[in-house]
């Protein structure tokens, strides 16, 4: 069974850090890419940041200096680093795996509200 395990959400004040961490199983494809997408209210799902199989990290203008992502190649885990986070980031983040395939998987969504 595939499963995106996604966990690190919640609600932090401007200025503030979270970390999301998303694990993936029961994949049976190679998988391309590992990343993080969000949805604002009433508003269309976003990149926010993405690493590719080669190592290669690319990230929405909005949080490049303020986020990081890394990845566990052998554990096929994906984790966002979140710094300075902004209200404009209150969002549900989504897990996103990409395979060599074409095969797109979504996680069920964790939020994260930034908000005093």
């Known amino acids: 069974q595939v499963q995106l395990v996604e966990s690190g959400g919640g609600l932090v004040q401007p200025g503030g850090s979270l970390r999301l961490s998303c694990a993936a199983s029961?994949?049976?494809?190679?998988?391309?890419?590992m990343g993080w997408y969000r949805q604002a209210p009433g508003k269309e799902r976003n990149l926010v940041a993405r690493i590719t199989d080669g190592g290669v990290p690319n990230y929405a203008d909005s949080v490049k200096g303020r986020f990081t992502i890394s990845r566990d190649y052998a554990k096929n885990t994906v984790s966002l680093q979140m710094n300075s986070l902004k209200p404009e980031g209150t969002a549900v983040y989504y897990c996103n795996v990409e395979g060599y395939n074409g095969v797109r998987l979504w996680g069920q969504g964790t939020q994260a509200t930034v908000s005093s």
């Open positions: 029961g994949i049976r494809f190679s998988i391309y890419a």
